[in-house]
């Protein structure tokens, strides 16, 4: 079967007096030798991002037979060779909304004879939800010749929790500038007309309300009507007055704009 060719060509091509894949790959396609790179140069191109832990897993199809290193142990939160390596002790800390779809993705890609990858949940014997990347595909043990499923198990929880605290940030960061175009606002309103903070606010609420847009929307019209005001320097509290009047709705269409929707409608 093809895949178990590519396993057997490797297992040939590392015969003593043969090539390497490697060696076999140092020319280029016009015959000319590729130039050598260092091993920091490669790690350098390789060892980008977050730092992951990898683990190694291999199983004998027939005997059912499983090992794995103490990366896959660490995952699960076992100490090394803590339990017996076996199909149950890996259900058993399976996510119990992932079970189904792990398990027909990989018997799918077994059944087609390609190497297969899936991400799903485990749960760890702290009751951790962790991500968990597995790679395999099946080939020949080298020892025997008999059918084994071998891969990797990388856990990609740091990666997402990158992703996470990326978000959350922006959240914040968000949040602070709506916090801080809204206190600009206030601040306004308060050195103007000689008010209480929470008298401002109340005055930016009820224009908002008024409108139908959020506070923080009216407060940025308020705060980029008087910066773009050309009158004295200084604001007046006719000029604070005309402004707060004149916060629309966001996205509000122009007179002729609703007339044209009204006749579409009509018509």
Request: charged share 25%.
């Amino acid at each position: 079967m093809k895949w178990l060719q590519v396993r057997l060509d490797l297992e040939v091509s590392m015969r003593p007096g043969s090539k390497s894949p490697l060696a076999l790959a140092e020319k280029a396609a016009d015959g000319s030798r590729l130039p050598s790179l260092s091993l920091a140069e490669v790690a350098g191109s390789l060892g980008l991002g977050t730092s992951l832990l990898v683990g190694r897993f291999r199983v004998g199809v027939a005997s059912g037979c499983w090992w794995w290193s103490d990366e896959v142990y660490a995952m699960h939160d076992w100490k090394p060779h803590e339990v017996q390596p076996s199909l149950d002790a890996l259900r058993s800390r399976k996510h119990p909304d992932d079970r189904a779809r792990v398990v027909r993705t990989v018997t799918d890609a077994l059944r087609a004879g390609r190497p297969f990858a899936c991400a799903h949940r485990i749960v760890d014997t702290s009751s951790r939800t962790r991500s968990v990347v597995v790679i395999g595909q099946g080939r020949r043990c080298v020892e025997d010749g008999s059918l084994e499923v071998a891969g990797y198990v990388l856990d990609v929880t740091p990666v997402q929790e990158e992703a996470l605290h990326r978000r959350t940030q922006g959240s914040v960061d968000r949040a602070f500038v709506s916090q801080a175009v809204i206190e600009q606002a206030k601040g306004i309103v308060v050195a103007v007309r000689g008010v209480a903070d929470d008298v401002a606010e109340r005055a930016l609420r009820d224009v908002a309300t008024a409108t139908g847009i959020s506070l923080q929307a009216a407060a940025e019209q308020v705060v980029e009507a008087l910066r773009t005001d050309t009158g004295t320097p200084g604001v007046s509290g006719a000029a604070l007055t005309r402004v707060l009047d004149a916060v629309v709705p966001v996205g509000r269409p122009r007179r002729h704009d609703a007339l044209l929707t009204r006749r579409t409608m009509a018509s």
